[in-house]
């Protein structure tokens, strides 16, 4: 079974950083987006962001000019940079990929607490 791997959450107190990673595999070729949903307990899983092959993103009002989204095509790597961070941003966050023929992978998820 191909395996997002993510990394990068943790315990950050209000307005802190942290920065999320995602690598997929080398056998998930073609890959058409990247990008990044959150769920938080008793909520829907929603977009936080995505950026697809050309480099163009889209971003959840709630983190628009606080994270940023970035990928490496060499390395089938996406990156979710997120600043001021606030509690409302505590949940699971999970990675997501898409392949030009609409294949699609999910990571295992990995917890952000903001919290003081």
């Known amino acids: 079974q191909v395996q997002l791997v993510e990394s990068g959450g943790g315990l950050v107190q209000p307005g802190g950083s942290l920065r999320l990673s995602c690598a997929a595999p080398g056998s998930i070729s073609n890959i058409y987006a990247m990008g990044w949903y959150r769920q938080a307990p008793g909520k829907q899983r929603e977009l936080v962001a995505t950026?697809?092959?050309?480099?163009?993103?889209n971003y959840a009002d709630s983190v628009k000019g606080r994270f940023t989204i970035s990928r490496d095509n060499a390395k089938n790597t996406v990156i979710l940079q997120m600043n001021s961070l606030k509690p409302d941003d505590t949940a699971v966050y999970y990675c997501k990929v898409v392949t030009w023929g609409a294949l699609e992978y999910w990571g295992q998820g990995t917890q952000v607490t903001v919290s003081s």
């Open positions: 950026i697809i092959s050309g480099g163009s993103t």
